[in-house]
């Protein structure tokens, strides 16, 4: 399996995180799957997806499956909170990953995220040309160098010309939210943004897709994942009682069962996923 990460230029990054390309280097048959969770296991080749806040998945020379979801053109993906399985149904896997912050989906898209939560749309089905032209522009070269400035290029043309001032209070929320390592009520976040929880609770789960209390679990369990890919990246032995409660977890128990929850695997088990790729946890086991 190779892994290529780009990130997108300055002005995007508030928005989107990273383009990951993939491809699979081999038969897809020889490819053992992470778990043995029977959800894996159907299929030629699955590789599975961490929950996150909204994506977009482009495939070149294969239809797979997401959630349900059969294509081969670029489907996105509202914010989910738990594992998603990748499966290629026809031909070698070869793709990419447009993984977006929180509220940035929906600044370059203008979905209503709560519609779209847990749900997986074709280019086409959303009705956005725009966004088949992007399939396209993946399509037309298969080098990540390449492609890459031309996504950069058609999302910063829909970068809002006026200050989304949702948006705003949304970075803030979320800097509150990292700062309190999970221990933030809704009624705080409210706060934070300046809106009466009723109406922040709208704005919230329309630019992010999933309540405040979900997010600030799964915004914890990506900081540990990515706590734990950074160890062991440098050579450390991982201690997970340390790095856990580090994140605002009270005890490894309380971490597992949110693990199994968001990523079907313990915290044990995705030490032992081997070192990896990058510094930044992998959308995908590799």
């Not at 010309?161 to 705080?188: H, M």
């Not at 799964?218 to 991982?238: C, K, V």
């Not at 490894?252 to 695997?265: D, I, K």
Request: aromatic share 10%; glycine share 8%.
């Amino acid at each position: 399996m190779y892994f290529q990460i780009i990130y997108p230029t300055e002005a995007l990054r508030p928005y989107i995180s990273r383009y990951v390309f993939v491809r699979a280097e081999g038969s897809t048959d020889t490819m053992a799957p992470p778990s043995e969770d029977p959800r894996f296991v159907n299929g030629k080749h699955v590789q599975p997806l961490l929950p996150n806040y909204g994506s977009f998945i482009f495939v070149r020379n294969a239809v797979v499956e997401i959630g349900g979801k059969q294509s081969g053109e670029l489907m996105l993906l509202g914010a989910n909170q738990t594992t998603l399985g990748l499966t290629t149904l026809s031909g070698w896997f070869e793709g990419m990953m447009l993984d977006f912050e929180p509220g940035g989906m929906h600044v370059l898209t203008n979905m209503d995220l709560q519609s779209l939560s847990g749900k997986v749309l074709t280019a086409h089905e959303s009705g956005d040309e725009g966004l088949m032209h992007l399939d396209q522009i993946f399509r037309s070269s298969s080098n990540a160098e390449e492609i890459a400035p031309q996504l950069d290029a058609f999302f910063l043309g829909r970068i809002p010309q006026k200050t989304d001032i949702n948006y705003t209070r949304l970075r803030k929320v979320i800097a509150a939210c990292d700062e309190a390592k999970g221990n933030i009520s809704a009624a705080e976040m409210a706060s934070v943004a300046c809106l009466g929880e009723r109406q922040f609770l709208r704005v919230f789960r329309n630019y992010v897709g999933i309540p405040p209390k979900q997010f600030v679990r799964l915004r914890r369990f990506h900081s540990t994942l990515q706590d734990m890919q950074l160890q062991a990246s440098q050579g450390a032995s991982i201690d997970l009682l340390a790095t856990v409660m580090r994140h605002g977890y009270y005890d490894l128990s309380h971490a597992a069962l949110e693990f199994q929850q968001m990523g079907c695997v313990s915290p044990g088990q995705f030490r032992m996923l081997g070192i990896p790729l990058t510094q930044d946890f992998s959308v995908f086991f590799a």
